[in-house]
């Protein structure tokens, strides 16, 4: 059984950083699929970030490229997200997610993953 923990949400200016943190456990996390998504009230949740294995190039939904980065670190078994030119509407719950069964059309697709974390909350005001 894996369990996810995030951290690094908060309140923040607009154009402001934050740099999101996700602890894994009790999963192989270096040879699993890993991704961010966020949700608001109101709306379905949204891919954000991801890696389909350690060694492939990340992938962004196009409303976050060049803000955000995505980065893990295999042998602390965290994953990252650093948020740079934060808006308004970059404000969510960020959650994490890992998946040990994924195929490579699938990275943007949450259903595709098993384990989720329990968020973070991330504010940007305007």
């Known amino acids: 059984q894996v369990h996810l923990v995030e951290s690094g949400g908060g309140l923040v200016q607009t154009g402001g950083s934050l740099r999101l943190s996700c602890a894994a456990s009790?999963?192989?996390?270096?040879?699993?699929?890993v991704a961010w998504f966020r949700q608001t009230i109101g709306k379905e949740r949204e891919f954000v970030a991801s890696?389909?294995?350690?060694?492939?190039?990340?992938y962004y939904a196009d409303s976050v490229k060049g803000r955000f980065t995505i980065s893990r670190d295999n042998s602390k078994n965290t994953l990252y997200l650093q948020m740079n030119a934060l808006k308004p509407e970059d404000t969510a719950v960020y959650y994490c997610?890992?998946?040990?069964?994924?195929?490579?059309?699938?990275?943007?697709?949450?259903?595709?993953?098993?384990?989720w974390g329990q968020g973070t909350p991330v504010t940007v005001s305007s």
């Open positions: 009790g999963g192989t996390f270096s040879r699993s699929s």
């Open positions: 890696f389909f294995r350690s060694g492939y190039n990340p």
């Open positions: 997610a890992l998946g040990t069964r994924l195929i490579l059309s699938t990275v943007r697709t949450g259903s595709a993953y098993d384990y």
